[in-house]
C-alpha cells in the first residue's frame, strides 16, 4: 500500500521522544531530571479552573461556532486592542486547538504548493514541518548568535525569491530566549510590505519577557499596510500555564480569518467548549497570575544562566524571554567523556539523559545543530540538581 508522500515526509518531534524516553527511565525507578518539556510546571490559576467547573455544571459542553463563541472572541479582541494596540473587530479572530493549530491554520490558508517561507534559525522545530504539511517549502535563513540571533534586512533578502509567500517571526523565542528589538521588527515588517509577503507572528511567550530594556512589540502595530500582511497567533497555554487546555488564536485579515474559520469547521469542527470557557476567565480575569509566574521564570532564567555561563567549554546568550537558555556545546568536541569523543550535540544529548540522568533537547532540529537547549519550566530545586549534574559532567572532559 502506497502511503501519503507528504505524511512520510514529517519527521516526528524530537522533543516528544525525548520526553518520552525520560519518562521510560523515571519508570525504571531513575531519578531524571527534566530541561526538556517546553510548558510552565505551575498549575492552571484558580479562577480559570473553576471556570471550567462552572461550565461543566452549567451544561455548557455542546457545539460552539466553529471559530470560537463570540464571547472569547471579543475578549481576545479588546486584549489585543488593550496589550498590543492592535484594532481588530471579533469576526478576524479565530479560536483554535492550540496555537500549534493556529499556526496550521495560518499556513494552510495562505500556501499554495511550491510556495515558500522563510524561517529565521534558529527556530522551534515544528515550524518547518508545518510548511511541509501546508504544502509549501521552508526556507531557513541563519542568524548569528554575535548578533542575539536578530533577523536582519540583509538575512532576509539571502533567502527571498519570488517564490516567497511569508516570513516566520518568533518573539520573545523558542529555543534562544531573545526579544526582537523595534528596530529589527521595523525591519522585517518594511521588507515583507516592499516584497507583499506576510509575517506570520508567534507572539505565544509574549507575557513572560525578563530584560528590563525590552518590551514586546507586536510587528501588525507599525501600520495599516503590514497589519494588513500579518497574521498574529498566541494562546493562553504559556502564559496562564494552560498547555493541556488547547486554546489557542489568530487575528489577521477578515479574508484569512474566514478561509481559517471555514477550514477548521470541516477538520475539528470548534475548539473545546469548555477550555474556551476557560480562556475566557484567563483572558478577562485578574493578570496577578502571569506576573507571579513571570517573576518565578525570571528568578530561575538568572540562577540557570549564572551557573552556565560559568561552565568551561559551554557559550551561552542570557535569556530576554520566554523560559529556554540555549546552550552552544561545540567547544566540547574533541573532549573525551570516559573514552568517549565529543563530535556533536546530539551525541552530548544523549550522553546526558543516559550517564547524568538529564533529559535536553539537541537542536539540531531547530536548525542549529552545535546547541542543546534547556528549559528552565521546572523547580528551582531540579534546576539546582540538574547543573549539579552537568557540571559534574564537564568535570569529566579530558
Not at 509549501?136 to 525569491?161: H, M, Q
Request: proline residues 4%; negative net charge.
Amino acid at each position: 500500500m502506497k502511503l501519503s508522500e507528504k505524511a512520510l515526509g514529517i519527521k516526528p518531534s524530537s522533543t516528544l521522544s525525548i520526553t518520552e524516553k525520560a519518562g521510560v527511565l523515571r519508570g525504571e525507578g531513575k531519578d531524571v531530571i527534566s530541561f526538556s518539556v517546553g510548558e510552565p510546571d505551575f498549575d492552571t490559576p484558580d479562577h480559570i479552573k473553576k471556570a471550567a467547573i462552572d461550565a461543566i455544571n452549567e451544561g455548557f459542553t455542546k457545539y460552539t461556532p466553529a471559530a470560537g463563541t463570540v464571547e472569547l472572541r471579543k475578549a481576545v479582541a479588546k486584549k489585543l486592542k488593550e496589550d498590543n494596540g492592535l484594532d481588530y473587530d471579533y469576526t478576524q479572530i479565530v479560536i483554535s486547538n492550540g496555537a500549534k493549530h493556529s499556526l496550521v491554520n495560518a499556513l494552510m490558508a495562505i500556501v499554495n504548493p511550491g510556495d515558500e517561507v522563510i524561517i529565521p534559525a534558529p527556530f522551534w522545530l515544528s515550524y518547518a514541518e508545518m510548511v511541509r504539511i501546508a504544502g509549501g517549502t521552508p526556507v531557513i535563513a541563519y542568524t548569528k548568535a554575535e548578533n542575539n540571533f536578530e533577523l536582519s534586512r540583509e538575512i532576509l533578502e539571502s533567502a527571498y525569491t519570488d517564490k516567497t509567500k511569508a516570513v516566520i517571526v518568533t518573539t520573545p523565542s523558542n529555543p534562544t530566549g531573545m526579544v526582537l528589538t523595534e528596530k529589527c521588527l521595523r525591519e522585517i515588517a518594511d521588507f515583507a510590505v516592499e516584497k507583499d509577503i506576510i509575517v506570520i507572528a508567534d507572539e505565544i511567550y509574549e507575557k513572560l519577557i525578563y530584560s528590563k530594556d525590552k518590551k514586546h512589540i507586536s510587528i501588525a502595530s507599525f501600520g495599516k499596510e503590514i497589519y494588513e500582511r500579518t497574521i498574529t497567533v498566541n494562546g493562553v497555554s504559556k502564559s496562564y500555564a494552560m498547555t493541556g487546555w488547547r486554546i489557542g488564536y489568530t487575528a489577521s485579515s477578515k479574508q484569512i480569518a474566514k478561509l481559517m474559520a471555514s477550514m477548521q469547521s470541516h477538520m475539528t469542527s470548534n475548539p473545546n467548549s469548555i477550555a474556551q470557557m476557560a480562556a475566557l476567565a484567563a483572558i478577562e480575569g485578574p493578570q496577578d497570575c502571569v506576573e507571579d509566574m513571570r517573576e518565578k521564570f525570571e528568578e530561575r532564567r538568572d540562577y540557570i544562566y549564572d551557573r552556565v555561563a560559568k561552565m568551561p567549554y559551554l557559550k551561552t546568550l542570557k535569556p530576554e524571554g520566554a523560559f529556554y537558555l540555549f546552550v552552544d556545546f561545540s567547544g566540547t568536541y574533541g573532549k573525551k567523556y570516559n573514552d568517549t569523543v565529543l563530535e556533536s550535540a546530539a551525541q552530548i544529548g544523549a550522553l546526558l539523559l543516559d550517564e547524568e540522568l538529564i533529559a535536553v533537547v539537541p537542536c539540531a532540529d531547530f536548525g542549529m545543530p552545535d546547541y542543546i537547549r534547556f528549559s528552565y519550566a521546572t523547580s528551582n530545586e531540579n534546576i539546582k540538581k540538574g547543573m549539579d549534574r552537568l557540571e559534574d559532567f564537564i568535570s569529566k572532559l579530558k
